[in-house]
């Protein structure tokens, strides 16, 4: 019995360490968007900042596409795009 009392609390140890890793792992990833959102937003207002300028037509068309590729690392509810299969 008490074995079996032991290894209850060593499985219940391991899963509160495990929650607390998860925690953080999402807190992690909330950040890293957070920090992906203020790039596209800075991304966007150099784009809108060059189009507003004459010439440079390809400089814009490179930002646009560099402004697409970072939203394809955003989640869909964030601004991001859905990846076609």
Not at 3 to 22: Q, Y
Not at 32 to 40: I, T, W
């Amino acid at each position: 019995m008490e074995a079996a009392t032991k290894k209850a609390e060593k499985t219940a140890a391991a899963a509160a360490e495990a929650a607390n890793r998860a925690v953080e792992a999402r807190r992690a990833a909330e950040e890293a968007v957070e920090e992906a959102q203020r790039k596209v937003e800075a991304a966007e207002a150099y784009l809108n900042e060059v189009k507003n300028n004459p010439g440079g037509e390809g400089s814009v068309w490179w930002i646009e596409r560099e402004l697409h590729e970072a939203k394809a690392y955003l989640p869909a509810s964030k601004g991001g795009y859905k990846k076609a299969k």
